[in-house]
């Protein structure tokens, strides 16, 4: 049931709305960012042209004959002294804008005297936003469509000169098409008379449906007949990839077409389409748009060039999600037992969300069924009342750009019906202390039908430090949707200290804005990743995904486990003690699959860090890459699951053939370093939803070995003899050569060098690949003739790392690189 809690209110919610006051709930979504013109005094001469203004609107707006009606009916002539009770007389000096584009309009606009004109406002900095759309002169109306549509302006409404405009604001207005609905019918045959007949005869052609949640629009294969249109709800696209049941996933929200390509090049479907909840759309049958292409040309021509705008492609990545800021239109937010302060935490998500500038704060919606209540009355109790509860979250979802509803921990809640019917994404909050097991709202959930994409949002509100803890391989165990691409765990704290920044990276991560940082591998080089960490907290520059390589692998896990510098750098100086080369010379073992056998280098992994943890404990998203010998040597990400975190590192560390392969979990495939498939693996960071991706690559490119005298066969023993006692070879030593064996400055080469050089060779086309994506930023680690093996190089290797890393940053401060994230205020305007 939903409850009857009064709503609190606050003195926020009583501020000066101008002409946008109303006692609706909605009244928050409807202020303007622009100044409304000042009134001019009400003398005479303005009451002259407020009633002449009056006419003309009334006139206009009632009678279907348009102007010079007259009519003695009582009825009307209260109506015509209503108007102009509540006409406001504005005056607009030159270049004064009465309505911007992208802003609901402020009610019924009537050009009086002087000119306005209608400029482009989609467009900004170019031409073609200079020049004039068209121009209005007086008698000219603006708004009058928005009583039919509720619509946003499409221009920017400017005086060209000093002008005088008449206006009825919009909640007048709504009183006034309640009392007279015969207004919009009027509206509506004169706005079908403005028409041009090519929208007629679309509007005609298309064919209008309405989809069930979960419902299937088209499979795979079928015959493309139709170029299918959202007018409401979410569609989802979903391709398999490959044979591995990869798959690829696209959503579609109002506004936007699919199935556009197919059509056109007759090839049957290649993906399905569900609708993600209950939705309206308009499909145009193929018969239909040859006629219209016979009727106009030119519209095959503008719908080609809206499928040459090239999408954003993340190199056929799996589980892609799009990045689009506003794709979200409604998110509903469950609480899972009694305990959780559902309320509490959906605040804090909008706040978040305003802070970063994903959504202005005038186009957030927060609705809470108390609060239902109190704009709809005691009606939502009664059978209509369901119909008067879908109109009204309706009306928020049209008037919004984002709207957060609070669900309740209730089975039958009618309200909760609503919520799951109408969200594009559905956030489920748990105290992370509280039982694992399924409750009966997700169950309720799962019968609904909706493809929603999910969140778990498990809840702190302890008020110690923050320590992770193995608590979520319960909640995937009994929940295979979570192993879905398009659905995660999320970990968040309520304590003062925490609650602003986790709620940011919640936020981040379901917009799509999530920034990463990805670390390569490079053995003891990685240690310069400790700096790169140092250099991103002290700039201020916060990410919420984290992947990695060998060694990137180990130092992103570790950071990722309890998020503090000073613990990963402690951490990892331990391990740089331990894992010196000769301390190896104790696991040795004859070499017919590795050199040593891995006892000693599992041990000291796992020992540095939780050996409870999985993967998605953690707060950040973590993955790492290995290479799975199984499978041919292709790359395999190990991504945020219910697996160990230090076995997903070890596997993701084990180069052959100094160290044994790795199976997770004790059996399966083979897997061994991923250096050899993906020594940066940036591109599951974006398939992760990642907005930005910074790169750091530490891998020795100094160059090829230098010329050798080799003979017919190459003895070991007198490799190692010139490399331990340079002054036995018959050559010079090349001093300016980056490539020591062991340690020294000569020219004889090891197997670990080749290995590196190799390493790196087969990576260079993922190296080009990554600086070609836009969506990636990479940076490559100066560390000068730092080895593989120079553990004991620790402290050098992380202050290279820093100030490399620093000044980096700083360069992508100053260049605007990173003005478009969405990053706290203060970061992304700050000049260095």
């Given at each position: ?37 000042q009134f001019k005094e009400r003398t005479p001469d ?488 140092q250099a991103l907290e002290e700039e201020g520059i ?291």
């Amino acid at each position: 049931m939903i409850t009857t809690e009064k709503p609190q209110v606050t003195s926020n919610d009583d501020g000066n709305l101008g002409v946008f006051k109303s006692q609706s709930i909605l009244s928050k979504t409807e202020r303007k960012r622009q100044s409304i013109p000042q009134f001019k005094e009400r003398t005479p001469d303005t009451r002259r042209i407020r009633v002449h203004a009056a006419k003309w609107i009334i006139n206009m707006l009632m009678h279907p004959k348009g102007l010079n009606v007259r009519s003695s009916d009582p009825i009307d002539q209260a109506i015509m002294d209503d108007v102009e009770a509540n006409m406001e007389i504005l005056s607009l000096s030159q270049g004064e804008y009465v309505a911007h584009h992208g802003e609901r309009y402020p009610g019924v606009l009537l050009v009086i005297d002087g000119s306005l004109e209608a400029r482009n406002g989609d467009t900004k900095n170019t031409p073609s936003a200079k020049v004039p759309m068209s121009k209005l002169s007086p008698g000219d109306m603006i708004g009058h469509s928005s009583l039919i549509q509720n619509n946003k302006s499409q221009f920017d409404f400017r005086a060209v000169t000093k002008s005088t405009v008449g206006l009825l604001p919009r909640t007048f207005l709504r009183r006034l098409t309640e009392l007279c609905p015969q207004m919009l019918v009027v509206l509506a045959a004169k706005m079908h008379n403005l028409l041009p007949p090519l929208i007629s005869l679309i509007d005609f052609a298309l064919d209008w449906s309405t989809i069930k949640a979960g419902g299937e629009i088209y499979k795979k294969g079928d015959i493309s007949d139709c170029i299918s249109y959202v007018v409401k709800g979410r569609i989802r696209i979903s391709e398999d990839s490959s044979a591995a049941g990869d798959m690829h996933i696209k959503e579609y929200g109002p506004g936007n077409a699919f199935g556009v390509l197919e059509f056109h090049t007759n090839h049957p479907r290649p993906s399905t389409a569900h609708a993600i909840r209950k939705s309206e759309i308009a499909q145009l049958q193929k018969s239909a748009y040859q006629k219209l292409i016979n009727y106009a040309p030119n519209l095959g021509t503008k719908l080609w060039g809206s499928i040459a705008q090239p999408p954003r492609t993340d190199q056929a990545q799996p589980n892609t999600m799009p990045s689009d800021p506003n794709r979200l239109r409604t998110i509903a937010v469950f609480p899972l037992s009694v305990e959780v302060p559902a309320a509490k935490c959906a605040a804090l998500l909008s706040s978040a969300l305003v802070a970063l500038g994903i959504y202005d704060k005038e186009s957030v919606s927060f609705v809470e069924s108390h609060s239902v209540i109190s704009a709809i009355g005691d009606s939502v109790f009664t059978d209509a009342g369901n119909k008067y509860l879908e109109d009204y979250v309706a009306h928020v979802e049209q008037n919004s750009n984002l709207s957060i509803l609070v669900g309740e921990n209730s089975v039958d809640s009618t309200w909760n019906d609503i919520c799951i019917s109408t969200a594009d994404l559905i956030i489920l909050m748990a105290m992370d202390d509280a039982d694992p097991r399924i409750t009966r709202v997700e169950l309720k959930l799962e019968r609904h039908g909706t493809l929603a994409q999910k969140v778990l949002v498990l809840v702190d509100d302890g008020e110690d430090e923050f320590c992770p803890r193995a608590i979520t391989r319960p909640y995937i165990q009994d929940r295979p949707w979570l192993a879905a691409p398009t659905s995660h765990i999320e970990r968040v704290r309520l304590t003062n200290a925490d609650s602003s920044r986790d709620f940011e990276r919640l936020a981040r991560r379901i917009t799509g804005r999530s920034i990463a940082v990805v670390f390569g591998g490079g053995g003891a080089r990685g240690f310069a990743h400790l700096g790169t960490l140092q250099a991103l907290e002290e700039e201020g520059i916060p990410f919420d995904i984290v992947g990695g390589t060998s060694m990137g692998a180990f130092i992103g896990a570790l950071y990722s486990s309890h998020m503090s510098i000073d613990r990963t750098v402690e951490a990892a100086r331990a391990f740089s003690k331990v894992s010196r080369w000769y301390r190896y010379l104790l696991d040795f073992t004859i070499p017919v699959l590795a050199w040593t056998s891995g006892t000693m280098f599992t041990s000291h992994v796992s020992s540095a860090m939780d050996q409870d943890l999985d993967s998605s404990d953690l707060k950040l998203a973590f993955y790492c890459n290995a290479t799975n010998m199984s499978q041919g040597g292709r790359g395999q990400t190990m991504y945020p699951q219910a697996r160990s975190l230090w076995q997903m590192v070890r596997a993701s560390m084990s180069i052959p053939p100094i160290f044994p392969p790795f199976a997770v979990e004790g059996e399966g495939d083979i897997l061994v370093d991923g250096c050899f498939s993906a020594n940066v693996p940036v591109f599951p960071a974006l398939s992760l939803g990642a907005e930005i991706v910074l790169a750091f690559d530490v891998s020795n490119t100094a160059g090829a070995p230098p010329p050798q005298t080799l003979g017919q066969s190459v003895s070991g023993w007198w490799n190692f003899a010139q490399m331990m006692l340079p002054c036995t070879s018959s050559r010079k030593p090349h001093r300016d050569s980056p490539h020591g064996a062991v340690g020294s400055d000569g020219d004889v080469w090891g197997s670990l060098q080749l290995l590196e050089l190799i390493t790196f060779s087969t990576n260079t086309n993922e190296i080009k690949a990554i600086q070609d994506t836009p969506e990636c930023l990479y940076m490559l680690h100066d560390l000068g003739k730092t080895g593989t093996f120079d553990m004991e190089k620790f402290d050098d290797i992380r202050e290279m790392g820093y100030e490399g890393a620093k000044r980096w940053l700083r360069d992508l401060k100053r260049s605007g690189k990173l003005d478009h994230l969405a990053l706290p205020r203060g970061i992304k305007t700050e000049r260095v």
